[in-house]
Nanobody, 118 residues
Framework: QVQLVESGGGLVQPGGSLRLSCAASGLTFGFYDMSWYRQAPGKERELVAVIISVGGSINYAESVKGRFTISRDAAKNTVYLQMNSLKPDDTAVYYC???????????WGQGTQVTVSS
């Protein structure tokens, strides 16, 4: 059974930082592209960052470039999202996603709330 468990969300003031973690189990971590998405109230879910399983290339949404960093630790089957210089517009539920590089398998975590407010 595949599980993606996010943690690290919370309430932070503008300009602050948070680090989200997504621990994966039940899958071969190295065969999956790992992504972070977010969904704000009343808005569609959007891709924040992705790290490709083969080669390790990384892409970010324009709105987070220079502020967010995605990384993965294969030994821990975990992907991280370091978020710095947070803005109120970053407020959303953040979801971890695992997409098979060689299959059409696609898994989601339950989400973790990030609220940026003074």
């Amino acid at each position: 059974q595949v599980q993606l468990v996010e943690s690290g969300g919370g309430l932070v003031q503008p300009g602050g930082s948070l680090r989200l973690s997504c621990a994966a189990s039940g899958l071969t971590f190295g065969f999956y592209d790992m992504s972070w998405y977010r969904q704000a109230p009343g808005k569609e879910r959007e891709l924040v960052a992705v790290i490709i399983s083969v080669g390790g290339s990384i892409n970010y949404a324009e709105s987070v470039k220079g502020r967010f960093t995605i990384s993965r630790d294969a030994a821990k089957n975990t992907v991280y999202l370091q978020m710095n210089s947070l803005k109120p517009d970053d407020t959303a539920v953040y979801y971890c996603n695992a997409k098979g590089r060689y299959t059409n398998w696609d898994f989601w975590g339950q989400g973790t709330q990030v609220t940026v407010s003074s």
